[in-house]
Nanobody, 122 residues
Framework: QVQLVESGGGLVQAGGSLRLSCAAS????????MGWFRQAPGKEREFVAY????????FYADSVKGRFTISRDNAKNTVSLQMSSLKPEDTAVYYC???????????????WGQGTQVTVSS
């Protein structure tokens, strides 16, 4: 089993930055693809970014490309999402997730955190 705990969410003005972190416990996630998803009120959960187990591959949703950066530290069992140039439409609960394979669909992810709220004011 893998437990994931996100942190770093909060309230920020448009144009600002936040760094989300996800700490894994219970089992190493070094062999897993790690992803970030988000869900805004009344909307479906959507893919944000993933990073492969070796960090050799990253992929971003078009809506965040060039503004967000995903990274991981397998030695510390953590994954991060650096968010810059934030927009009000980035407001959502952000979830960290782990998958055995490189995927962008939520159903492919086996483990999920509880989420952290990000609110971007205009």
């Amino acid at each position: 089993q893998v437990q994931l705990v996100e942190s770093g969410g909060g309230l920020v003005q448009a144009g600002g930055s936040l760094r989300l972190s996800c700490a894994a416990s219970g089992r190493t996630v070094g062999s897993y693809t790690m992803g970030w998803f988000r869900q805004a009120p009344g909307k479906e959960r959507e893919f944000v970014a993933y990073i492969s187990w070796s960090s050799s591959s990253t992929f971003y949703a078009d809506s965040v490309k060039g503004r967000f950066t995903i990274s991981r530290d397998n030695a510390k069992n953590t994954v991060s999402l650096q968010m810059s140039s934030l927009k009000p439409e980035d407001t959502a609960v952000y979830y960290c997730a782990a998958a055995r394979y490189v995927r962008t669909t939520a159903r492919a992810y086996d483990y999920w955190g509880q989420g952290t709220q990000v609110t971007v004011s205009s």
